[in-house]
Structures are given as structure tokens and as C-alpha cells.
């Protein structure tokens, strides 16, 4: 699987139903669902992107990179933790076996606290800069 539209077709085809059904679901036409999986340039809005996620039940993340999102827990019984005595007592989050920066727990807060358009954008900026880096 090389990119959206691939993993789109596949998530479709799991579930069994055709490219018109899911255009139903989402809420475009169905000759958008052919576009998205034939053309690799073609991407849906970030609307349709939110409603595809929910309807395969898989992150947007997923759709985008082909990749799940880092695995983030407290390092004290591996539960998400909202309680910052906790953080602070006990080394703070970590992802991926690797503790993260004061920064990046506020970031990652921040985050949380955004909807699904304003958590795009802001994926999408922090790629931009990213690449703007190399």
C-alpha cells in the first residue's frame, strides 16, 4: 500500500461495499471515491478526510501516511493521565518509550483540545515546518 487512495480501496474493500455506498456515507459523489483511489494527487476535503476516518474508524493519520499514531502513556501504569502531580511525580509521558519535554506534554494538550479541522491544520503546519528544516 503506497498511498491514500490504496489504503481508501483497501479500508473499502474490507468492509465490502462499493465506491457509491461510501460516497452516501461521506457525503460526496461517487466518481469522487474513484478519483481518490485512482489518482495519487487526488485527496479529499478535509471534511470528507474527517468523515472517511470516523467511517472506517481509523485515524486521519492512517489515511494521510499510512502510519498510527505514537503510542502515549504515563510512566506510572502506563494509563493516560490528565493529573499533572502525577507527570510531575512520576517522569511525565512518555511516547514510544521515550519521555517527552514540558513542551511537547503542551503541545500534545493543546492538541487534544482542538476539533478535527483545527488539528489538521495544525498537523499540517507542523509537516510544513518540519520539511522547511532539511
Request: proline share 5%; net charge neutral.
Given at each position: 500500500m503506497d498511498?491514500?487512495?490504496d489504503r481508501l480501496r483497501k479500508l473499502r474493500k474490507e468492509k465490502d461495499i462499493t465506491q457509491a455506498v461510501l460516497a452516501e456515507q461521506i457525503g460526496v459523489v461517487p466518481s469522487?471515491?474513484?478519483k481518490y483511489e485512482r489518482m495519487p494527487d487526488s485527496?479529499?476535503?478535509v471534511e470528507a478526510l474527517l468523515k472517511i476516518a470516523e467511517y472506517f474508524n481509523v485515524s486521519t493519520d492512517y489515511l494521510l501516511t499510512g502510519k498510527e499514531p505514537a503510542i502515549i502513556e504515563n510512566g506510572v501504569n502506563g494509563q493516560m493521565s490528565?493529573?499533572?502531580?502525577?507527570?510531575a511525580?512520576?517522569?511525565g509521558f512518555v511516547i514510544n518509550s521515550d519521555r517527552i519535554s514540558p513542551e511537547s506534554a503542551e503541545l500534545l494538550r493543546i492538541y487534544e483540545g482542538l476539533g478535527g479541522r483545527e488539528r489538521l491544520k495544525l498537523l499540517?503546519?507542523?509537516v510544513s515546518l518540519e520539511r522547511s528544516k532539511e
Open positions: 498511498g491514500f487512495g469522487a471515491i474513484g485527496m479529499p476535503s490528565n493529573s499533572s502531580f502525577i507527570q511525580s512520576y517522569g499540517n503546519y507542523a
